[in-house]
């Protein structure tokens, strides 16, 4: 349950006032504007504004004085092209801000793209909720023996039950301790009159990495678009690609031409190396190369026909 | 004149599309968004789209999930603190995107704000506009004598005659001589069928630094202000100098109480040093200070004066 | 204690080997170059690398062909004037790299800086060692009634056990929890070979925020100072400000006039209003001035009389 | 000729300067630290600074207390996998400061490059030299009738030598003009002691983009190698790839295991669209696949078999 009833009255209220602009709106995006999108289990992603649209990279890249843009075929050649050929400035023009709610080891993944603007909400000014994540039992997944980033298979029965005591009890934990040292009770009132609490700055270190907090984030869709082709790619921890496959959503609702260039060059695309291109234009030509042959080590060449389907 | 009958009607156009938003609108700035206001001599700023308004900085602020606004008294009070404490991330939640006209020298310096987004017309793609800045009478300034980065009095007579004479017979000439190079005729026939053009990313070399390039410039409220409090300075050059100006009056219709700030706490305000605090301080307790007990040197002494407006 | 034998061992050898160099060099910095300088009960601070020095910045004004220096009393008095103006480039053109060990609460507030260049220590990919902060008896600070960001008086005798004890055993606790997740016993050996350990990204979010974290931090000087800036003043966290407070004192062996142009103009200094210099122009006049009639709230009245040391 | 006598000898002063370090020394650059490159016909490159090598990337992403290297293979294995998967920020821990003598024009396209701290030579503050740039005659193309950004084949005969004269004729009297507008005369005594000059801001703009001005510019490895992609790249204007080549040699005497890395998987590599990575897959399946069936419009075909090496 990601929001209370207070905060869903807020939205439904900026969701209910509509104004008058003489700038580019995407109507897709204004369906679902100010709403949140649940995540995980207490978490969620709310788009709660947004400059520009398609055509403002179309309009970008000519430096036009009216709208710029043609035929929706030219600008999406151009946009396609744009995309192709890296060039990065026109997609800066359109600029996107989300609210949203994450689990702390989450943001400190999120906050390492620092081409954005960030607003935290402050622990050392104010208290945080006792809401931390709990993993989906699909999710348990246990170490990988080959990855040293990787999850392998999921832990099952006692294993995974322990896991699951584990964090919740410790979660539980610190957090009757922050709010006992912060000397907090129900509704404001301190647990003890008598005694002073410790200073919120200190006592939130006793808090783990799974509780939640939650942030303004701003930024272009150029940086946006960067930030989802690493945190949407298969290697990225499954509790950050949740978000960004939810902020791939809400991009193709903003910028649907820039969206689908992003899934052919970017996401659905691969970089290939020199040796790689090499090894195969002597497969087009017929020849019979394998990983030795190739040049290419064996985790390369693994990677290769991985970006080709090849198995 | 700085825009063509085609360019203005593209405007008009622009500016008669009136959408429903759920987004924040801000009235006054919507009054005269895509309106080229005119500039130098063929210049011109204008606020081609926005993102966020006064209440955006404070809903930033408090990581709020509605408007987050509550009096506007309180509103002011959270805004000037902000600003006062230099808090400056929640202001870097509003964005505005201009499209500007500007001599290539203004644009060299412009450029040197790093922290912003900048599309420019192609001089290596499209052909430059026979258009270049000539300065008014009053603001043919001589090279100071004692600040080799400023201007004294005005010349006059010949010598003012003599430069203007310069100015515009060799401007005309490096454009005249940058179409012969291109082969470029009247509405795009060549000037000679028999011959090829210089490409063009060669030819624009010839043209000086007075001529009018264009760019769509985006940048956030944060940076806006930092940008603004440098090139509206006193010891900015003017031609860059008018395009902060009427800069600041595009603020004032979009987020009117973050610019009173911004008049108070930064463009009037100043920052002084440890040995001039102390002065100061001694100063209010009756002692009679003048630079050389200062601890300053003269020209920090004058400085000093001058921020507290004492001759 | 924040070394182990091992990496101390690594350090001397690092610091063992003098090669020559046509760079310029800051012998002072040389000197402590890669040691470990203690902070917290865990923490440290270690410059290890740097490029320029205070000539560099004069060099860089000048752009220079050579050293670009000419008498020290000239190289100060430029650096004095850059910095006053806030001409801000000179002071990119040196570079400076710090490993530091701290708190990951700490980590959170510093990554907020974002002109600079980092290398955390990956606990997606490692394993992090049992360090976690426990605030000395004189920073266990109750919550302040006054400013929500702030500490008050000091807890004591039981207030302080309590604290004590709850922050040790919870840290503790977690910890021990984390390696059973992880299935990780002594020396590398699984506690348990019958099963698997959880993912590391996952079992890290059992840690609290106390926990140390640590990681390669680059930028330049003019970064370096407007983060010294905010974080050594005396609204920072304690905790942040430590580590302020020796980054000070290497840029005083790196740069040593960039440092006291840094103490002088703006650690010492203040930025005021255009009503506080209004207020002081007329109390300098010999007129009476207090809140009401200075037009300051109360508050920023209060900040005035504060920069100006008068109470 | 882009070196006075002065300056070669400022140069050689620096140079003959040796001090002891504990800092990482790349060996090879140290050769040819602050040795003029010369480019064009009056530019130079010089790399006047620089902080880390090879090891210092790989140190950086394993966080390590010394050296942190192991064995050369290994090193290498770490920087092409780092290289390969996109782990940028090892990279940007290593730094180098270039001194460059380069056209306007060319200066216009490099600033682009945010990322990086520049100081420029101020034609505000000092007056510039009479060197701009003419050139060669193999440089001298006509535009492309395809490519708008392009050149085609290269101007001959009297058509050359037209292009040649305006442009020499034009900057010579653009300089001279400038000097009369500034009455400088010989060795800093004015041409006519009984009139002032015009002001040096002002004056500048009549002269001409093929002006030479020159910077101090540095950055990160990860920015340079961005930098050099796209500056190195064929479709780059010819007159900023020569520096772009040169400054690839200076990074192979710098990082030599990053500058062949940096030739394997981005300079020699391509970066491949879904659809054209579907297309290479049914090729080397056998089939036979033309631009029609590949499903790519003409023009990404064409770069594709480009990418290839196929004709």
Known sequence: MPLSTDQQAEIDQARGEALTTRRAVAPALE???????PLLDHGFVRVIDYMGDDAAVVQAARVSYGRGTKKVSEDKGLINYLMRHRHTTPFEMCEIKYHVKLPIFVARQWIRHRTANVNEYSARYSILDNEFYMPKPEQLA????????????VLTGKEAERVFDILKKDSELVYEHYMEM?????????????????ARELARMNLSLSFYTQWYWKTNLHNLMHFLSLRADAHAQYEIRVYADVMIDTMKRWTPICHDAFLEYRMGGAHLSKTGLAAIKRMIGGEKVDQKSSGLNPREWRELMNSLGIE
């Open 31 to 37: 369906e679902i504007l100010y709403k949140a999108i």
């Open 142 to 153: 246990s170490q990988s023996a080959n990855n040293r980033q990787g999850r392998d298979a």
């Open 182 to 198: 912060l000397n907090e009770g129900e509704a404001g009132t301190p647990l003890d009159p008598e005694r002073s609490g410790l």
